[in-house]
């Protein structure tokens, strides 16, 4: 397979996003996807910089400890039916440390590009309303051992429910399968390649090396 690299060249990315066509009421919805621990939360940060200010939207904030992958009626209730309508969302995200619901509400403006971070953001519930669908390319092993060592000892007990939960959604409903883009992190930046489900106008990618 042929690799295009985006070494500092987000910027291209971010220009290919823009030009696809709205998924959600005005909203071209982008999911970044992956493992936990698999650095999805810093290239979205990084891509929605690229993108001039993208809101990002994270899973964790409609996740909870009792349901870790039961947030997508929430998602689609709270933010997906007005952004659809092209009307501003408003939600409650929840608070891992106090475990509940925050009281003050979060607003999100219908926006070009609106990214969606988190692990199961690609799920099949979300799809319908997906401009692009983003994996990022790292085993799970290696995602899991690397958001570990991140997380320390004092989650220990949290990753010990979360690995076999995490297993069971993907066995259930895969993501990687229906992405059109794969991104791999090196050491001199990201590098971004045609994924399952691309098709004839996804390549080639443009890049800065």
């Known amino acids: 397979m042929r690799t295009y690299p985006s070494v500092g060249g987000l910027d291209a990315l971010a220009r290919r996003l823009r030009a696809l066509p709205p998924s959600c009421g005005p909203v071209r919805l982008v999911a970044v996807d992956g493992h936990a621990g698999s650095g999805k939360t810093t290239f979205a940060g990084r891509l929605a910089e690229a993108l001039g200010g ?5 899973t964790d904030d409609f996740a909870t400890h009792e349901q870790l992958f039961g947030w997508d009626g929430r998602l689609r209730n709270e933010v997906l039916t007005p952004l659809a309508r092209g009307t501003a969302a408003h939600y409650a995200p929840y608070d891992w440390v106090e475990r509940r619901f925050a009281t003050a509400r979060r607003r999100l403006d219908p926006a070009p590009v ?4 988190g692990v199961g953001s690609g799920r099949r519930a979300v799809r319908p309303r ?8 790292l085993p799970e092993r290696d995602s899991w051992r690397r958001g570990q060592l991140r997380d320390g000892p004092e989650l220990s007990a949290f990753w010990d429910g ?3 939960a995490e297993r069971a959604h993907f066995a259930a409903d895969p993501s990687r399968p229906y992405a059109g883009t794969l991104v791999v992190q090196r050491k001199e930046g990201y590098e971004v390649l045609p994924g399952p489900a691309a098709n004839d106008g996804d390549a080639p990618w443009p890049h800065t090396a």
């Open 54 to 58: 993208a809101p990002v939207l994270h």
């Open 114 to 117: 609106v990214l969606l971070e």
């Open 130 to 137: 997906l401009a692009r669908l983003l994996w990022m390319d």
């Open 162 to 164: 979360w690995l076999p």
